[in-house]
């Protein structure tokens, strides 16, 4: 038996481009002759649907979709994911499930058992769980089809007698399939390669895993899909960021033709460049977008995001504005005119001093008698997201965000200012991880000034301004902040491991105070296991003591 692994990135509601890319990945894996084609969890509609799936004619689309998938399978079967209609009166109104497609028709559905209710996901909302389990026969051998967590939860799970595959043994499979649609972040490869490897030793039992690739607003998947041997051994890697489709052969009781491979994944920083590209390609592309605007300081984190988005959209598609104040230096308007220059992309200048000026006059007389303070610095911030965003309202560009996760995880930055924009590219990106990926850019070829680089961080809205007046170090504040929010860990636990006491508690109040801050900001590029956004979801009037 020959099985292909069709590894794709879909649209979501897209039906028509999503259908014909399925079909033609069909007649692609007919014409190498592969007898099944196995395709991603929810492919049909792309995941994750969310609210999509309350509209009756949503799911109507997809059931019409899979009948013209159906109709194309006639020499051929597939695997593919699609909701499907709860037929009981009790329970949620749909199934997360895998149809069987064989001779033009729908055989058989497995529906999905284990349903995510963490961080990005909330599959619960919408899906009802399956609590019967069966395999698939296909040409005289049984077929053991999960989706997703169906095959991660190798463990006992409270709300389940066992897991489907430790119902699904009971018969006997010849061997496995999981669909998934497994989001990236830069260590969750790791993670899911000892996952799959785990179940394949536990059921002895050898796995095609196929996940899909694209981004969907926030969330991005790395595609990496997976073959296991019984030994739990990897024989083969679909390609990462990337649309891919192999085929392999069964000869009944192991995938043949393949050696055992090491698992080597990219370095981490590599892993975070090739999805920030694919985060804003996928974006544009699929919201119908095409050229992008930012704020171009001089500073890193605007190099970094024009680099990127000059790399992702093209530098023809790129505008960097560059708006210094009346405490802008000299050498932060050349760092930024010499990146443009590096680039190719377009570029403006319009200083902001009149209109930062007019604005102080006309509040003048209600500040009369004040210290110039964050209100002053405010308004410059907000007079250059007027000017970027009168760019994307005239020309058609749409803005970036440049925000990094530190600023935003401490509230270092100003609302309506430059937390403005249509997507936040570096707001799940570590400031001192904004360096190395500045770095891992300049790796062949000086493209970010190094000046950008060395010299001091600074917002350059007051004289001699540095960040570092307003926050601790960033390679300490960095460490600290991850143990917060990644690792989720109390400011005791923060404070046993050795940071300072006062630090601990100023920059947890700093966190917890600015949530209504990123309430307010655009959806971020998720990269990391917790990002700011639907994975994390915090109340804005909590108070919360550690």
């Given at each position: 038996?020959?099985?292909?692994?069709a590894?794709?990135?879909?649209?979501?509601?897209n039906?028509?481009?999503?259908?014909?890319?399925?079909?033609?990945?069909?007649?692609?894996?007919?014409?190498?002759?592969?007898?099944?084609?196995?395709?991603?969890?929810?492919?049909?509609?792309?995941?994750?649907?969310?609210?999509?799936?309350?509209?009756?004619?949503?799911?109507?689309?997809?059931?019409?979709?899979?009948?013209?998938?159906?109709?194309?399978?006639?020499?051929?079967?597939?695997i593919?994911?699609?909701?499907?209609?709860?037929?009981?009166?009790?329970?949620?109104?749909?199934?997360?499930?895998?149809?069987?497609?064989?001779?033009?028709?729908?055989?058989?559905?497995?529906?999905?058992?284990?349903?995510?209710?963490?961080?990005?996901?909330?599959?619960?909302r919408?899906f009802?769980?399956s609590v019967?389990?069966s395999?698939?026969?296909?040409?005289g051998?049984?077929?053991?089809?999960?989706?997703?967590e169906?095959?991660?939860?190798?463990?006992?799970?409270?709300?389940?007698?066992?897991?489907?595959?430790?119902?699904?043994?009971k018969?006997?499979?010849?061997?496995?399939?999981?669909?998934?649609?497994?989001?990236?972040?830069?260590?969750?490869?790791?993670?899911?390669?000892?996952?799959?490897?785990?179940?394949?030793?536990?059921?002895?039992?050898?796995?095609?895993?196929?996940?899909?690739?694209g981004?969907?607003?926030?969330?991005?998947?790395?595609?990496?899909s997976?073959?296991?041997?019984?030994?739990?051994?990897?024989l083969?890697?679909l390609?990462?960021?990337?649309?891919d489709?192999?085929?392999?052969?069964?000869?009944?009781?192991?995938?043949?033709?393949?050696?055992?491979?090491?698992?080597?994944?990219?370095?981490?920083?590599?892993?975070i460049?090739?999805?920030?590209?694919l985060?804003?390609?996928?974006?544009?592309?699929?919201?119908?977008?095409s050229?992008?605007?930012?704020?171009?300081?001089?500073?890193?984190?605007?190099?970094?995001v024009?680099?990127?988005?000059?790399?992702?959209?093209?530098?023809?598609?790129?505008?960097?504005?560059?708006?210094?104040?009346?405490?802008?230096?000299?050498?932060s308007?050349?760092d930024a005119l010499?990146?443009?220059?590096?680039?190719?992309?377009k570029?403006?200048?319009?200083?902001?001093?009149?209109?930062?000026?007019?604005?102080?006059?006309?509040?003048?007389?209600?500040?009369?008698?004040?210290?110039?303070?964050?209100a002053?610095?405010?308004?410059?911030?907000?007079?250059?997201?007027?000017?970027v965003?009168?760019?994307?309202?005239?020309?058609?560009?749409?803005?970036?965000?440049?925000?990094?996760?530190?600023?935003?995880?401490?509230?270092?930055?100003?609302?309506?200012?430059?937390?403005?924009?249509?997507?936040?590219?570096?707001?799940?990106?570590?400031?001192?991880?904004?360096?190395?990926?500045?770095?891992?850019?300049?790796?062949?070829?000086?493209?970010?000034?190094?000046?950008?680089?060395?010299?001091?961080?600074?917002?350059?809205?007051?004289?001699?301004?540095?960040?570092?007046?307003?926050?601790?170090?960033?390679?300490?504040?960095?460490?600290?902040?991850?143990?917060?929010?990644?690792?989720k860990k109390?400011?005791?636990?923060?404070?046993?491991?050795?940071?300072?006491?006062?630090l601990?508690?100023?920059?947890?109040?700093?966190?917890n105070?600015?949530?209504?801050?990123?309430?307010?900001?655009?959806?971020?590029?998720?990269?990391?296991?917790?990002?700011?956004?639907m994975g994390?979801?915090?109340?804005?009037?909590?108070?919360?003591?550690?």
């Open positions: 038996m020959k099985i292909a692994l590894q794709l990135n879909y649209h979501i509601g039906f028509e481009s999503n259908t014909k890319k399925i079909i033609a990945a069909i007649g692609d894996a007919k014409l190498k002759g592969a007898d099944l084609v196995v395709f991603a969890e929810l492919a049909v509609c792309g995941y994750p649907p969310r609210d999509f799936l309350e509209f009756t004619e949503f799911v109507e689309l997809c059931d019409h979709s899979i009948e013209e998938i159906a109709a194309a399978c006639t020499d051929i079967a597939c593919i994911g699609a909701p499907t209609k709860n037929p009981r009166i009790e329970g949620k109104d749909l199934f997360n499930s895998a149809y069987f497609i064989e001779g033009g028709k729908i055989t058989q559905v497995v529906n999905k058992a284990l349903l995510p209710t963490y961080d990005v996901f909330d599959e619960y919408y009802e769980p019967s389990f395999c698939i026969e296909f040409q051998r049984k077929i053991a089809l999960t989706i997703c169906d095959l991660w939860n190798i463990n006992d799970n409270p709300l389940y007698i066992s897991a489907p595959m430790d119902e699904l043994v018969e006997s499979p010849d061997f496995m399939i999981n669909i998934a649609a497994s989001p990236f972040s830069y260590n969750h490869d790791d993670n899911r390669y000892k996952i799959l490897s785990d179940n394949c030793k536990k059921y002895q039992l050898p796995l095609l895993y196929v996940n899909q690739v981004s969907q607003t926030e969330i991005i998947f790395d595609g990496g997976l073959v296991f041997n019984a030994q739990g051994e990897m083969d890697q390609n990462y960021f990337e649309e489709l192999r085929v392999y052969e069964f000869d009944g009781t192991a995938i043949t033709g393949l050696e055992k491979k090491e698992h080597n994944p990219l370095p981490d920083i590599e892993q460049h090739q999805a920030l590209i985060g804003i390609r996928d974006y544009f592309h699929k919201s119908g977008f050229k992008a605007v930012l704020g171009l300081s001089g500073g890193i984190d605007s190099a970094l024009c680099a990127l988005a000059a790399e992702a959209l093209g530098p023809q598609n790129v505008m960097a504005v560059l708006m210094p104040s009346k405490y802008s230096t000299g050498h308007v050349q010499d990146l443009v220059q590096n680039l190719g992309c570029h403006e200048i319009i200083a902001i001093k009149d209109a930062a000026d007019a604005f102080e006059s006309m509040l003048a007389p209600v500040f009369e008698g004040l210290p110039f303070n964050v002053e610095e405010n308004i410059q911030a907000r007079c250059r997201a007027v000017i965003m009168a760019f994307s309202n005239k020309f058609g560009y749409i803005l970036l965000n440049t925000s990094n996760k530190s600023e935003c995880a401490v509230g270092y930055g100003t609302l309506y200012g430059d937390m403005a924009g249509a997507i936040g590219v570096l707001g799940d990106v570590y400031k001192t991880q904004v360096y190395q990926l500045a770095n891992f850019i300049n790796r062949e070829r000086e493209i970010i000034p190094q000046n950008s680089i060395v010299k001091p961080p600074s917002a350059e809205l007051r004289p001699d301004q540095k960040d570092s007046d307003s926050l601790p170090e960033y390679d300490v504040l960095d460490k600290l902040l991850f143990q917060y929010i990644e690792l109390s400011s005791r636990d923060i404070i046993a491991q050795g940071f300072d006491e006062q601990v508690r100023k920059v947890i109040a700093m966190v105070k600015a949530e209504f801050k990123r309430y307010q900001t655009p959806p971020i590029l998720r990269v990391s296991p917790k990002a700011f956004g994390r979801r915090m109340p804005i009037v909590g108070k919360y003591l550690s």
